[in-house]
């Protein structure tokens, strides 16, 4: 077992108000799913080393880019977006990863996204209203939005330790 011994990710506050608290583990869990990235070369990060499982490290990268533009820009602002990588056809798309996708294209995008959903989140306090209603036509305030980031990025995240483990036997939190 190999052990990641750099990790240069920001640890959260432990006595931070409300606000910086769930940025802090927002912004965390982005920097732990890219230190899981860290040093594969593409054909690595195209990898799905669990099978059956068709996930790879680039597909949990391109899908937390759809995740991010779609609660801070389509659901919290109401911007009428399309997909970045999903198609109607393919409505996983963005797990679905061929030779073609790179880390490079995948790792600028989510950058975008991430730096998008920043701008949203310091527009708004935490309990403003999305624009755009759930399902069931509740609208979700952005402390709702920021809880539910953390879930979905710390959910990924696992995934993303046992493909690496199993890719090169890097292992680390």
């Given at each position: 077992?190999?052990?990641?011994?750099?990790?240069?990710?920001?640890?959260?506050?432990?006595?931070?108000?409300?606000?910086?608290?769930?940025?802090?583990?927002?912004?965390?869990?982005?920097?732990?799913?890219?230190?899981?990235?860290?040093?594969?070369?593409?054909?690595?990060?195209?990898?799905?080393?669990?099978?059956?499982?068709?996930?790879?490290?680039?597909g949990l990268v391109r899908h937390l880019a759809e995740v991010?533009?779609?609660?801070?820009?389509?659901?919290?602002?109401?911007?009428?977006?399309?997909?970045?990588?999903?198609?109607?056809?393919?409505?996983?798309?963005?797990?679905?990863?061929?030779?073609?996708?790179?880390?490079?294209?995948?790792?600028?995008?989510?950058?975008?996204?991430?730096?998008?959903?920043?701008?949203?989140?310091?527009?708004?306090?935490?309990?403003?209203?999305?624009?755009?209603?759930?399902?069931?036509?509740?609208?979700?305030?952005?402390?709702?939005?920021?809880?539910?980031?953390?879930?979905?990025?710390?959910?990924?995240?696992?995934?993303?330790?046992?493909?690496?483990?199993?890719?090169?036997?890097?292992?680390?939190?």
């Open positions: 077992m190999i052990v990641m011994t750099t990790d240069t990710r920001t640890e959260p506050s432990t006595t931070a108000d409300e606000r910086a608290m769930l940025e802090g583990f927002l912004d965390y869990h982005r920097e732990t799913l890219i230190m899981k990235c860290a040093g594969l070369d593409d054909a690595q990060l195209r990898t799905a080393a669990l099978a059956p499982s068709e996930l790879t490290l680039l991010e533009r779609y609660w801070f820009r389509e659901i919290m602002e109401d911007e009428d977006l399309p997909d970045l990588y999903s198609t109607e056809e393919d409505g996983d798309r963005d797990f679905h990863v061929t030779a073609q996708d790179t880390w490079a294209e995948a790792h600028a995008t989510w950058l975008t996204q991430v730096a998008d959903a920043r701008k949203v989140t310091e527009a708004h306090g935490l309990d403003d209203l999305s624009l755009s209603r759930g399902r069931g036509g509740e609208p979700f305030s952005l402390r709702w939005i920021l809880t539910h980031m953390i879930e979905e990025y710390a959910r990924h995240n696992g995934h993303a330790d046992l493909l690496r483990e199993h890719i090169d036997g890097v292992t680390g939190e």
